[in-house]
């Protein structure tokens, strides 16, 4: 008796486009995971409004 070959299953890939956009929006991020206008990173991977300078 000779057993039957299975297919493996595909995932399907997802671009980074559609995986930033279905991540939960933060403030100062865009849709394609780039930084607004007047926002900044700082240590530990934050994102806070930047300051004007004086």
């Known amino acids: 008796m000779v057993a039957k ?5 595909k995932t399907k890939r997802v ?3 559609k ?4 991540v939960i ?4 991020v865009k849709k394609d ?3 607004k206008k007047g926002y900044r990173y ?3 991977g934050r994102v ?4 004007a300078k004086k």
């Open 15 to 17: 671009s980074a486009k």
């Open 5 to 9: 070959k299975t297919k493996t299953k």
């Open 25 to 28: 929006v933060r403030d100062g």
């Open 33 to 35: 995971g780039t930084l």
């Open 48 to 51: 806070v409004k930047a300051k």
């Open 42 to 44: 700082v240590k530990g």
């Open 19 to 22: 995986l930033c956009s279905s």
